[in-house]
């Protein structure tokens, strides 16, 4: 897995069947996670949130999916929050997507789904 650093990249999501990309932006500094999608009206694909073990959407514009990853980037929980909300923590997590809300659901994210995280080294 190694450690990442703030950027772009893909989220690669297996599902039953086949694998998905979806477009990925990766905050890993305390600026980008703090960030995160506030001051946003949409999100292209997903943000990974690393180390993240909950989140909230107060000031956001929009409902997003969040997704629990564990350490070895395994699917923990998956909730929809509407703005103005605080995310429970989730003593496993190690790592937080987040989309569109509905967006996840497309994808094939539930409980038990492994993902992978691969960076576009010529993105910064």
Do not use: N
């Amino acid at each position: 897995m190694g450690r990442w650093q703030d950027g772009r990249g893909k989220l690669i999501v297996h599902g039953e069947r086949e694998k998905l990309a979806v477009p990925l932006e990766i905050a890993t500094s305390y600026r980008a996670r703090t960030k995160g999608l506030l001051g946003r009206d949409a999100v292209d694909g997903a943000l990974l949130l690393s180390p993240a073990g909950s989140v909230h959407t107060f000031r956001m514009r929009f409902p997003i999916d969040v997704a629990y990853l564990d350490r070895r980037l395994r699917v923990i929980a998956v909730r929809t929050m509407r703005p103005g909300r605080l995310g429970l923590p989730r003593l496993r997590s190690r790592h937080v997507l987040e989309a569109e809300a509905g967006a996840m659901e497309g994808w094939g994210m539930r409980v038990g789904v492994r993902v992978e995280v691969h960076r576009d080294p010529a993105v910064g």
